[in-house]
């Protein structure tokens, strides 16, 4: 699993489709996330930012490494 898959089925416990609405970009872009292209600066922020607004608890490393409890 890719860094933006796990927060994506992980922290935001949602679809590709759904995550693209939240984030205002279309579900293929989210498709070539998950297939390794990165997000551009602008969109981390925008993840960290829809974190927020759901009081997810956030940290920026998420974005280059999955947690270990969440891995194994």
């Known amino acids: 699993m890719n860094e933006i898959r796990h927060i994506r089925k992980t ?5 590709q ?11 293929s872009t989210v498709s070539r996330w998950e297939g390794g292209v ?16 759901r009081e997810i608890v956030w940290n920026d490393s998420y974005f ?3 947690p270990k409890q969440a891995a194994e």
């Open 11 to 15: 922290l935001f416990a949602v679809s």
């Open 38 to 53: 990165a997000p551009s600066l602008e969109e981390m922020r925008a993840i960290r930012s829809a974190a927020f607004e």
């Open 17 to 27: 489709s759904d995550f693209a609405a939240i984030l205002g970009v279309a579900q």
């Open 64 to 66: 280059f490494q999955i």
